[in-house]
């Protein structure tokens, strides 16, 4: 099942912050997010793995809430480097013939200007 | 993190016609995956590779159409058969980190059917 991204597309001004959610009907494995360059591959961000779970870094971080259905990507003080499509990809269950089988939300276009 | 090589990087085919992609990690990865992104789109899986048995393939997605080989743990084919102009994309593959959860994909492989 997909998930659900929003927004569907951000404008920036260079260190304005931003926050893409990704949400789940189900309950979750796991949250992945990257972020991919237009003619690049997809780039790993973070995973969130456990319920209530915060990670990341003061620029860049991410949560997921308690009952692991839906995970925001936070992105502060925006650099011009941030510009690009961020996806989350889902896991749907622990382990079994399901595991490392991501769903991915329809992407998030994030553009910054100086 | 893997270092993940594929090829061709790009390439433009007949209709008709089919071409096969490999993906090669630089360490063994247990899990090896194959993900189509058409133009604009989300990412979309299309099967596990499986070292030393037949692939899995997801709902939508056959083996005749989409043969895929993976003769070790460091090395995988994704053929694509018969192609269309509606097979153009590009094509990509993931593997998981070793001893996590953590997916990491390759530089992809374009592909346009005339």
């Known amino acids: 099942q997909q998930p659900v991204q929003s927004p569907q597309a951000v404008i920036l001004r260079e260190g304005e912050d931003a926050v893409i959610n990704c949400s789940s009907s189900k309950a979750l494995y796991s949250v992945h997010w990257y972020r991919q360059k237009h003619g690049e591959a997809p780039v790993f961000l973070m995973i969130l793995l456990k319920g209530g779970e915060q990670k990341g870094h003061e620029k860049i971080s991410a949560s997921f809430n308690e009952k692991k259905q839906q995970s925001s990507l936070y992105l502060t003080a925006s650099q011009l480097s941030y510009s690009g499509t961020y996806f989350c990809g889902t896991e749907q269950n622990a382990g079994g013939t399901s595991y490392g089988k991501l769903t991915f939300g329809q992407g998030t276009i994030l553009t910054v200007h100086p | 993190s893997a270092v993940i090589s594929q090829k061709p990087s790009r390439d433009i085919c007949q209709r008709g016609t089919s071409l096969t992609i490999q993906c090669q990690v630089d360490?063994?990865?247990?899990?090896m995956f194959w993900y189509r992104q058409q133009p604009g789109q989300s990412l979309t899986l299309i099967a596990t590779a499986n070292q030393g048995s037949e692939a899995t393939y997801e709902s939508g997605f056959v083996i005749d159409k989409f043969p895929i080989s993976r003769p070790n743990l460091t090395f995988s084919t994704l053929t694509v058969s018969n192609m269309s102009p509606e097979d153009s994309s590009i094509y990509l593959c993931s593997v998981l980190g070793t001893g996590d959860d953590e997916q990491y994909f390759g530089p992809g492989t374009r592909l346009t059917v005339t």
């Open positions: 360490s063994q990865v247990t899990m």
